[in-house]
């Protein structure tokens, strides 16, 4: 396991360029090394903004869509062209807008009756198409939650411990929307190649600093679980998401493309 890589932006505007810029580049890097990018995308506010900056030129031209393969971290239990739905998001503000093959896009289904049955399915699609035991993803991202959840991984819940699963179904969530969710488990999470957060806000502020610089208490701060077994693991923060933390003036460089 690497150290944290910690970057900090002044605003949130920058760090969605910066971090689809950083998408891009991982791509790129990964589809020269192994002819093919996998990413998993995540729900919530921060990534569509991001999302929208993939979807236009230049960024939407570089990237090497059809070798380019989009899974998600987490869904909820919702019909796929609900408001709610995270397929939908990433489709409003993205998928829609490039030329990525119908079949490279995975989206998690919930709506059959059996949500455990679902989830199980997902991880065999995940197996049957990303090498590794577990698969080894190159980018994951990930979102952490005002409770300092990330994916539908919620502080105290059994879905925390699970050891053998690669993705599991959640009760309701204790956030809205209240519905059930499938999530991937640290298991799949910490076998990627990079976990990329992607935290703005100053509502986030106080859980970032309990995460990052408070003591160790994963069952009640899910975020402190993302540990890549033999990966990198980046948070990228706007400032006032990074405010409270204590070392952690804006980094000027952050935005040199070398850094980021
Ligand atoms: C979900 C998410 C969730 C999200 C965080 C942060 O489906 O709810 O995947 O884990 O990433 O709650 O969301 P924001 O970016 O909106 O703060």
Same mark, same amino acid.
């Given at each position: 396991?690497?150290?944290?890589?910690?970057?900090?932006?002044?605003?949130?505007?920058?760090? =969605?360029?910066?971090?689809?810029?950083?998408?891009?580049?991982?791509?790129?890097?990964? @589809?020269?090394?192994?002819? *093919?990018?996998?990413?998993?995308?995540?729900?919530?506010?921060? /990534?569509?903004? @991001?999302?929208?900056?993939?979807?236009? /030129?230049?960024?939407?031209?570089?990237?090497?869509?059809?070798?380019?393969?989009?899974?998600?971290?987490?869904e909820r239990a919702v019909p796929p062209d609900s408001a709610d739905s995270n397929y939908r998001m990433a489709c409003d503000a993205l998928l829609s807008h490039v030329p990525i093959p119908r079949d490279n896009v995975k989206p998690i289904l919930t709506q059959g009756h059996d949500l455990d049955a679902a989830a199980q399915h997902y991880a065999?699609?995940?197996?049957?198409?990303? /090498?590794?035991?577990?698969?080894?993803?190159?980018? #994951?991202?990930?979102?952490?939650?005002?409770?300092?959840?990330?994916? =539908?991984?919620?502080? *105290?819940?059994?879905?925390? !411990?699970?050891?053998?699963?690669? @993705?599991?179904?959640?009760?309701?969530?204790?956030?809205?929307? !209240? +519905?059930?969710?499938?999530?991937?488990?640290?298991?799949?999470?910490?076998?990627?190649?990079?976990? #990329?957060?992607? +935290?703005?806000?100053?509502?986030?502020?106080? *859980?970032?600093?309990?995460?990052?610089?408070?003591?160790?208490?994963? *069952?009640?701060?899910?975020?402190?679980?993302? +540990?890549?077994?033999?990966?990198?693991?980046?948070?990228?923060?706007?400032?006032?998401?990074? =405010?409270?933390?204590?070392?952690?003036?804006?980094? /000027?460089?952050?935005?040199?493309?070398?850094?980021?």
């Amino acid at each position: 396991m690497k150290a944290a890589r910690i970057q900090i932006y002044p605003t949130p505007d920058a760090l =969605s360029d910066a971090a689809a810029l950083h998408i891009v580049e991982q791509a790129q890097k990964a @589809v020269t090394a192994r002819d *093919r990018f996998t990413i998993a995308l995540s729900g919530g506010s921060t /990534p569509r903004a @991001v999302f929208e900056r993939l979807a236009q /030129p230049p960024l939407r031209d570089q990237l090497p869509w059809d070798k380019t393969w989009v899974f998600w971290g987490d869904e909820r239990a919702v019909p796929p062209d609900s408001a709610d739905s995270n397929y939908r998001m990433a489709c409003d503000a993205l998928l829609s807008h490039v030329p990525i093959p119908r079949d490279n896009v995975k989206p998690i289904l919930t709506q059959g009756h059996d949500l455990d049955a679902a989830a199980q399915h997902y991880a065999r699609v995940i197996q049957g198409f990303v /090498p590794g035991t577990p698969p080894r993803f190159d980018l #994951v991202l990930l979102g952490m939650g005002p409770d300092g959840h990330t994916a =539908s991984l919620f502080p *105290r819940s059994p879905q925390l !411990h699970a050891i053998d699963e690669l @993705v599991v179904a959640t009760p309701e969530a204790p956030l809205k929307p !209240h +519905v059930r969710r499938i999530t991937w488990t640290f298991r799949l999470i910490n076998a990627a190649a990079e976990a #990329v957060f992607l +935290v703005a806000g100053a509502d986030k502020a106080d *859980r970032v600093a309990e995460v990052l610089e408070g003591p160790s208490n994963p *069952r009640a701060l899910p975020s402190q679980q993302v +540990v890549p077994i033999d990966g990198t693991l980046i948070w990228m923060f706007d400032q006032a998401a990074a =405010s409270k933390l204590g070392n952690s003036p804006i980094d /000027p460089t952050a935005l040199d493309p070398a850094n980021a």
